[in-house]
């Protein structure tokens, strides 16, 4: 049991350039997370999903794009990065969106644009 | 909106020492508080977490009591060990006017335990 995955760990990018983010689950859960860590900002929403198909923004889903084709995966897209997209991201899922419910996050993936 | 105000890091203890991490948050209504800790590398990972008032949340030696009189859930731990140093989220779903299901953080405390 993987639980939630994230592809790649590492990547540098070119300001312009547009690459994926890749999160998978194993665990069936229905609502999938994507956040960014800034340094001395905490964790801050961007998309999330509410099922498969369905996505909705977060606090700050400018120059981001997701995708939820398949209910274990939950695809990050940035179409024309720029340096202000460097950040650690986060993707997350949990099985219910009930306020106390728990969410599982993979272990991140380090972006740095140049 | 709804936002968590957590004391600024970084917090270097000894070992055995106690720990305070305070945590203060605003919303509206019965929000549900949680901590997570990510340790070095690693992606976050739920501690402990209070649904209602007065519920303290407990995991690993750590304790926290959702107070809403004085809307706060500090983090405590009578004797810490080398192995939790790590950074410590404070953070809230719900309440009024929230997304629910959606987590709102603090903006992280990082300890590190000296042997």
């Known amino acids: 049991n993987a639980g939630v995955t994230q592809t790649p760990k590492f990547r540098v990018l070119k300001t312009g350039q547009s690459m994926t983010l890749l999160c998978a689950q194993d665990?069936?859960?229905?609502?999938m997370y994507w956040y960014r860590q800034d340094p001395g900002m905490g964790l801050r929403l961007i998309h999330y999903s509410v099922g498969e198909g369905t996505t909705a923004k977060g606090e700050v889903p400018d120059g981001y794009n997701v995708s939820r084709l398949k209910k274990q995966n939950f695809l990050l897209g940035l179409e024309s990065a720029a340096p202000s997209q460097t950040s650690v991201y986060f993707c997350?899922?949990?099985?219910?969106?009930?306020?106390?419910?728990?969410?599982?996050f993979g272990p991140g993936t380090r972006l740095t644009v140049l | 909106g709804n936002s968590v105000t957590q004391m600024e890091g970084p917090v270097t203890l000894s070992e055995e020492a106690f720990l305070t991490i305070n945590c203060t948050y605003t919303?509206?209504?019965?929000?549900?508080l949680f901590w997570y800790v990510q340790y070095p590398g690693e992606g976050l990972q739920l501690l402990l977490k209070a649904t209602k008032a007065d519920d303290k949340g407990s995991n690993k030696g750590f304790e926290a009591t959702y107070r809403k009189e004085t809307t706060s859930f500090h983090l405590e731990k009578g004797s810490v060990q080398v192995s939790d140093s790590a950074v410590y989220f404070c953070?809230?779903?719900?309440?009024?006017?929230?997304?629910?299901?959606?987590?709102?953080f603090g903006k992280g405390t990082k300890l590190s335990v000296k042997p």
């Open positions: 919303a509206t209504g019965y929000p549900s």
């Open positions: 665990m069936n859960h229905e609502y």
């Open positions: 997350a899922s949990s099985q219910y969106r009930e306020i106390y419910n728990e969410q599982f």
């Open positions: 953070a809230l779903s719900g309440g009024y006017g929230g997304s629910q299901g959606n987590l709102i």
